[in-house]
C-alpha cells in the first residue's frame, strides 16, 4: 500500500491530489486484500464500520448506475 501511495503523490501534486477521480472498486479489493492477508483474525474496529459501510454503498450505487 505504502508503494502506491508514493506513485499517487509523484504523479499528483504535493498532497497527493491529482484531482482524479477515486476508483472505490480498486479501493475497496485493496482494502480487502491487506486485512485478509494481515488482521483477518481481529474484529473490525467500531471507527472502520462506518468508512466500511459508505465503501460498500458508493459501490452499490456505482453498479446501479452502470
Keep these: 500500500m505504502s508503494q502506491t501511495a ?15 477521480p477515486v476508483d472505490t472498486r480498486s479501493l475497496g479489493e485493496s482494502l480487502r486484500t491487506v486485512y485478509e492477508t494481515s488482521i483477518d483474525k481481529l474484529p473490525i474496529p467500531d ?20
Design 6 to 20: 508514493i506513485k499517487a503523490e509523484a504523479a499528483g501534486g504535493q498532497d497527493g491530489m491529482s484531482g482524479r
Design 47 to 66: 471507527s472502520q464500520v462506518d468508512l466500511i459501510l459508505r465503501l460498500r454503498s458508493k459501490e452499490r450505487a456505482l453498479r446501479r448506475a452502470n
